[in-house]
């Protein structure tokens, strides 16, 4: 017999529990999520990957994520693949080895054939051959694990077979088994009772060994492109021509991480060095471990008398049910407690609201993710301030473990309303015991992407989650692209990083993050110092790339103002010179009349006076606008380009004016450029406008302007006739001298009726007896019945 190499059985026992330990503790060993993807100055300090830092210490892959980390929750997924391998393994090989000593002569056959023939050729190039469809790697995560693991089991199993039928037939030949055959033991009680406690060692040793090939033939497959939890091939698309292709399972794997680090070796060597590492550790510890289990022949009933031969068979079992029990409860808690636990926190939540304590309430929520804390501070904020009365319901629990996720059923009662109900899904985590509120969907967890946080399924890899992730990609592109115009404009400071961007997955979760705001809801796009830039989903959805970073250059700039200036505003000159010269082929400022509409033009002293962080988007994009047209105004009229922090005084002593005189010039400059952008300015456009259109604008104006009430009623619809009028008197007695109105643009619309109307853009300027001017674009509807104009609806107007 051979001497047992305890050395082997030790080394490898030291890699596996290593690897087994970072598994456990991933959560305390890393300090990032392994999908969160950095770009902590993308503009600053460069895009990823990211070389070894104090930040990254093993540097991240081309996506930003942290290598580490995911090297640390990688080795769960990579350890569970290398286990179903393993098991599916063994689970055929030992009833085929059973049946090969017991079973007919020809079961032992086919077990030979079977193994002569899955050997004559590479098992690898067959796993090439059929897993590298593109379709197979988008059926998901668990179908792509159950045919690949399939498929490898089908390749390797008689091998191992083979190598078990071998023990059992010299086992069949010691006299201890001719002695139990001849005392009448069954076939099952002479394997049960006297094969396999001799067999057991040699199915560890297999086990260990067959771990090792597992994890070899991921990484090759890996080399390869194939990833065993499947794939999907993303197109990050970006229309400057930075287009990506990349295949992940989306899920943290060593595999993936092996596989999409594979072009970068000499480029960006550290992407690919430490998943190699890892897989290096793991099959040398493996091959070790089953080298050391090799020369084992300890049997079941010697470790029996070794650990607990003194103690009875219900405490045998007891032992190890009460350690798996103390498991369980660190680190998943115990399932039977969730229910309670979990509506004992709902409870404490709405006692804190009832309270005004929102400490206590801060106290019940628990999120590492940017923003996800302050949203939930932010609505608690607003209840509290309204003094309502609040019920938190728990419905729809389900999860597993330390995460759960449940619906919470929210009533609000605010001082003289209605009751008011609302409900929003949520994770809830648990830690040493006690449950906290995540505040976001379990079944969606935070992702990241270029310090964008998008919220995905990381585990679905299928064609149904690239939507979401292009969105994602999109809007991270568009950010970098906008940071880095903006950024050289406040070189005076120490530079800040670009700050996060948060994209909420819904309108309901943008309207609890906006806490209950109308106008952070309507905005879109929101900046609050020191959190991250908040987007609502529908922010980029039908708009125009340059839009989108159009909006996101303004929110930089507030960050940038703040974080190097000091300043809560931002300089009209800095802002309108930066959006004066985006189009440098264009020869005057390009003004959108339409993203005008609903707001009265800004005096100059209002351009200066207002803070950033009270401009909505509507407001925002007139306000860039009348900041663009007085940067083009203040560079027509000097010899030089302004410089951006001059004052209203300091402008105007250069222009040679005095203060008020040149917000009067001002406005008329910006009044006379929008009406430039009417279709009656252009002669080749005037044969495209309706007939009698803008006429019938212009008529409409005479009429409030004559005080012709008949005149103005009679291009009313009978349905918003009374609300016409209505504001007609009103306008009268406020001593309204004068209204004019400019016809801009239109658009036609026909809906399922064939019914055509139009959406007019117009100027509308009206002065009072006081002197008071107001002045901006409204939107207009109208419609030709029997070759009449009529306007439809209630008035579209800034004088309420």
Partial sequence: MRRPRRAYLIAGGLLIGLIFLMMIFADQLTTVSPLYRDAHSSILDGVP?????????????????????????????????????????????IPAAFLSAFGPKRAGWAVDRLYVMTSAIPPLVIYILLLSSQRLRLIG???????????????????????LKGRVASLMAEPFIEGAIAVGNSRWQLFRGHLFPHLWPVILQLAAAEMARAL?????????????????????????????????????????????GRYEVLAHPWIAFSPAVAFLIGITGFSLLSQGLETITITVQEIKEATTAKLSRKWRWAIPALAACALLWYYQGLPWGRQAAIEALAARQAAALNAGDLDAYASTIRSDLPGAREDLLRWAGAIVADGAEVEVGVHHLTGKGSKAKATWEIRVRRPGQSTEGNSRETVLVRHWGRWYDAGEAFAQLEGFSVDVTAVFNPVDPTAQAIPLRDMVTFLSSAADNAFAEVEPLFPAAPGAPRPQLKLYPTINAWTWASGGSKEVISSGIWYTSGEPIRVSPAFIRGIKRWDVERS?????????????????????????????????????????????????????????????????QERQFLYATQAGLLAEYAEKHLPERPIPSLTIAQLAERLGTAPGALGESYRAYVLERIMSESLLMIPAARPRIPAGLAEAVEARGEAVADGDEAGFGAM???????????????????????????????AE?????KTVTYTVPVLEQVTFADGRQVAGVVIQRWMSVSGEWIILGAPATLVP
């Fill in 49 to 93: 990957p990211f070389a070894p830092d104090k930040s990254h210490w093993l540097g991240t892959d081309l996506a930003g994520r942290d290598v580490w980390s995911r090297i640390a929750y990688g080795a769960r997924w990579s350890m569970l693949f290398a286990f179903l391998i393993m098991a599916a393994r063994l689970a055929v090989a």
């Fill in 141 to 163: 995560l668990w179908p792509s694990v159950v045919l690949t693991v399939s498929l490898l089991t089908l390749m390797e199993w008689p091998r191992v077979a083979v190598v």
């Fill in 216 to 260: 070899v033939v991921i990484a090759q497959l890996a080399l390869f492109g194939i990833l065993v939890g499947g794939g999907v091939i993303t197109i990050m698309m970006d229309a400057r021509g930075n287009d990506t292709y990349v295949v992940s399972s989306g899920i943290p794997e060593w595999g993936t991480l092996l596989g999409e």
């Fill in 552 to 616: 996101l250059a303004y929110e930089f700039m507030k960050y940038l103002a703040e974080t190097r200036l000091g300043q809560t505003q931002v300089s009209p000159l800095l802002l309108g010179g930066w959006d004066l010269h985006q189009d440098p082929g264009m020869s005057s400022y390009r003004i959108d009349v339409s993203r005008l509409a609903g707001n009265a033009i800004f005096t100059l002293d209002e351009l200066y006076a207002i803070t950033s962080q009270k401009l909505t």
């Fill in 716 to 746: 009313a619809d009978p349905v918003g006739l009374t609300s016409q009028v209505d504001w007609f008197k009103r306008l009268r007695q406020a001593g309204v001298t004068k209204y004019t109105t400019t016809f801009l643009d239109f």
């Fill in 749 to 753: 619309t026909r809906d399922k009726d």
